[in-house]
């Protein structure tokens, strides 16, 4: 009797919990979409994530046997089994071992162990079945330590609407967060660890307004800014207030780029006197301040129509090759936006293109453009970099000496651009042997 009441009312919870849990369930999927809209990381993690999860557990086996990541255990007694082993089913392949799946707020990351003979680029290769299989936006495959490959996937592009960071106060010196990389962290953009930059993309991609977040970082900073912009000034005039220095044209390009010369051979000297390799060897209240070159359209620069155009052109590329050369010891650095930097614009741009270590490339209207801005990485990077689209403007690709990241700047209205320069106009050092007005 005691024991049929028991059994009723144990039966009843469980019943109890079925239901709530039911209703739960039923409410979250109800819910969905519009928690999908408002809240997405929790309905990643509540959601999407569960049943990305379940679908990872029930493919690996099939996925990675199809993606031959499979080894047959003892080879040569498959077949013997198969042939006389009375019947019973041949050994399972074995799979890699796969570790906890984590969730991130937009994705998931996974360690896999590697089985004999098997190397991190064999998984590289099966990403994109990965995300297939997975029903996820993409998936990178990058070796972790030893013997391990972290696998990283992103449900949704994490791209398609980044979000601003909160930015407090200057920040560091020559740093800027400039917007955000697939994986969801911060897009930096660190002069100190790599000086010079390249900005490659056809026209309305987002140079400009990659420089625009990039200026509007550094107007905060004790950093002198200084503006080539040869499209009449259309884009830089923007920052004038907080500008150092501005050409708006060839001419006084050249006359600026001479000046900024003279000034790098200036701090040379500086630091050869106090026995320092660099600036930032020197006492700081010695330290000449860093200087900021941006140039905007470097066609415009190099592209020559008469004979005389062609020397000035020469010198402007002479001088940015010299710049790039001695600047990064004695603080100044060149940020180069460009359409095109193929070798059609004149001999000095291969040289230049050279020395400018950041490379980012926004959509571009030819694979040469990519090819040459990114070097010969690996050619996913450059399939990144065509496959971005003129409704994702602002998205690039980032190619540095430790391999290849999509990316998105934060996009700086011109009106935004404008404030923040007319707020830190006072903050503009006076360099008098720039301006090239009086030169
Ligand atoms: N990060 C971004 N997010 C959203 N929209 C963007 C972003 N970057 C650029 N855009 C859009 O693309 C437009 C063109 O960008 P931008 O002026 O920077 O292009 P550009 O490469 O400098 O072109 P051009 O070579 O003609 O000067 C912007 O007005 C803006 O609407
Ligand atoms: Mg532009």
Redesign the pocket.
Known sequence: MNLASATLTEANGLGWVLVVAAVLVSGLLLAGPTLRRRYPVTWWLLLGFPSVAFRVVQTWRPLMAGCGLAVSRRPALTVVSGLVGKGSPPPQPRVPRRGLMHPTSGGFVLLVRLLPGQVPENFVKAASAMAENWQVHAVRVTSWKPGVVRIVASAADPLAAPRLPKQRGPGQLLRVTV?ALETGAAWVLDLRRVPHWLIV??????????INALVAGLAPQPVALVGIDCKGGM?LSLYEPRLSALATNREQAVRLLAALVDLTLDRMNVCRAARVRNIWGLPDKERPVPVVVIVD?IAELFLVASRNEKDEAHAAGTALIRLAQLGAALGVFLVV?G?RVGSDLGPGVTALRAQLGGRVC?RVADPGTAEMALGDLNPDALKAAQAITPEQ??TAVLASGDGWERA????ITEAEAEAVAAEYAHLAPVLSELHVEAL
């Not at 056809?202 to 400009?208: H, L």
């Not at 998105?408 to 996009?411: E, M, Q």
């Open positions: 917007g993309g056809a026209t309305r991609s987002g140079k400009s307004t990659l884009e359209e936006a359409q926004h403007a602002g998105r700047s934060h996009l």
